[in-house]
């Protein structure tokens, strides 16, 4: 039993930190997203946008920190990354890129 207690505790200290994301505000501010990720996320090639449906939100909310902090989307010769990072600016706090990111895991993984 009290190892049963220690084993769910850890499973709680390793559950993602998004689920205070709020998926009606991530809605919301995924409207802008749509016109390059496409309505359902999956990217568009006409635009050269990635797929972000079905993406693991670890790796979205590095990114998306990434571009805003420069390390992506900044170098000469990033043109798409250019396109992005101000996109990434539209984001002004870690609640609001939780938030997308939890209305992004609500769209098609398939
Ligand atoms: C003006 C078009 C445009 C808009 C609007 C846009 N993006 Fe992007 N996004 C891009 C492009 C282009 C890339 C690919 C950049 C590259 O090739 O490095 C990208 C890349 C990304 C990535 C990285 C994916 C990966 O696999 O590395 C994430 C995450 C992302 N966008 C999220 C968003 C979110 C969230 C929004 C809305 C707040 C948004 N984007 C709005 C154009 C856009």
């Known amino acids: 039993m009290k190892y049963a207690l220690i084993i769910l505790s850890c499973v709680g200290l390793a559950a993602p930190t ?26 568009l090639e006409s635009v050269g946008t990635p797929r972000l449906a079905g993406q693991k939100p670890y790796y979205l909310k590095r990114q998306l920190l990434n571009f805003q902090s420069g390390a992506r989307g900044k170098t000469p010769g990033d043109d ?3 396109m992005m990072r101000p996109m990434a600016m539209t984001l002004p706090d870690e609640q609001a890129i939780d938030d997308v990111i939890a209305y992004i895991q609500t769209l098609s993984a398939d």
């Open 18 to 43: 998004f689920a205070e994301g709020d998926i009606y505000m991530g809605q919301k501010r995924f409207t802008i997203c749509r016109t390059c990720h496409g309505t359902d996320g999956m990217g």
């Open 80 to 82: 798409f990354g250019k």
